[in-house]
């Protein structure tokens, strides 16, 4: 039904641009692209799912002591009175009832999991409108959609992808924050001047004179290893014949001694 609404509006958009002198301006956006690519939402998203495992783990071990609890009646239940047995399965209906609870509390649809979801995704949220109503002024767009909307787009060519230009958007507003210098005000206004493909070419001749620079580091590297390695081994071979020639001396006195010794004796 969604998808028929979306088809229904963009084939009633199609129609007004085609009438109209001016034609329609389209874009789109990947939120979950924008989102992966936001750290704080990454952060926060981390602390969430930790939450989320701990919860899952507190409800699994409920299930295992009433799992435990059914067992143990069942051993047991020959040896129970009628109201021994009652009060033994008031209890586990008891405590089923409190796990179905917790379990709502934590992720049914009004609870901690999806509250928490919708505080975490709002701010991001809010950077994203604000940024697409800026680009949408800018470039005088007429319509911007969530392609991952339940009603998303069968087909978009990457031309009207505006998600690097909201994340952009976002990192300049970042940027803007944490300004302390009129040289970083300067450099910032550069930055945000230079168009997508600007800075695509930019990242691409930084990404070159890394490259190099890495290249003439692993060079300098190796040759300091060889260096290194002729050097131990010229030392290595020094504190060999110095050893050969501290030991043949200590044999020529011991020798020289043990004469001595042997002069002594016949003496």
Known sequence: ??????????????????????PINIGF????YI???VPEYQQASSQLDQRVNEWRNEIEQK??????MK????????????ELIEEREEE???????????EQKRFGPK??????????IKPIQDQVFNALQEIGENRDFDFIFDRNAESGMLFAKKRFDLSDQVLRSINRASNRKQIETKQEEK???????????EDEELSQREQAIQDRKSEREALIEERKRKQDSIKEARQKAFEERRERILKERQQKRDSIEAARNRKDTIN
């Open 187 to 197: 450099e910032l206004e550069m930055a945000e001047a230079r168009t997508a493909e």
């Open 92 to 102: 586990i209906a008891y405590q089923q009832e409190q796990a179905t609870n917790y």
């Open 35 to 37: 989102l992966e690519n």
């Open 71 to 82: 067992t143990s009646l069942q051993n047991e239940r020959a040896l129970l009175t009628p």
């Open 111 to 120: 609870g901690d999991y999806m509250i928490q979801k919708r505080q975490l």
């Open 29 to 32: 956006v990947d939120m979950e």
């Open 1 to 22: 039904m969604l998808k028929r609404t979306f088809l229904f509006t963009l084939f009633i958009l199609i129609g007004f641009g085609a009438s109209a002198q001016k």
């Open 63 to 68: 299930r295992k002591e009433i799992s435990e």
